[in-house]
Nanobody, 125 residues
């Protein structure tokens, strides 16, 4: 079993950048595909991006493609989400999630077994 803790959220102006981190403990994160989801108030949890265990495979939601980059450092047991050109519509709680196997179609929260507690990202206009 793996435990996930997100960090790096905050308040930034539109057009700014943030980098989120997801640190794992318990089992090594290299055993898991990792993903980022987000949830805005009153809305369902939404897929953002996924990365394979080695980092060779990545996939993004259309809404963030070209602005967000997912990466991982397995030596540090950490997954990152670099977010650039942020928009007010990106405001949400961002969650890290993990599952044993990679699939670019694994975009439902139900596809993931482990979750962090979330970190708030607020973008002001």
């Amino acid at each position: 079993q793996v435990q996930l803790v997100e960090s790096g959220g905050g308040l930034v102006q539109a057009g700014g950048s943030l980098r989120l981190s997801c640190a794992a403990s318990g089992r090594t994160l290299s055993s898991y595909t990792a993903a980022w989801f987000r949830q805005a108030p009153g809305k369902e949890r939404q897929f953002v991006s996924v990365i394979s265990r080695t980092g060779a495979g990545t996939y993004y939601a259309d809404s963030v493609k070209g602005r967000f980059t997912i990466s991982r450092d397995n030596a540090k047991n950490t997954v990152y989400l670099q977010m650039n050109s942020l928009e007010p519509e990106d405001t949400a709680v961002y969650y890290c999630a993990a599952r044993p196997y990679y699939s670019s179609s694994a975009s439902s929260p139900d596809d993931y077994d482990y979750w962090g507690q979330g970190t708030q990202v607020t973008i002001s206009s």
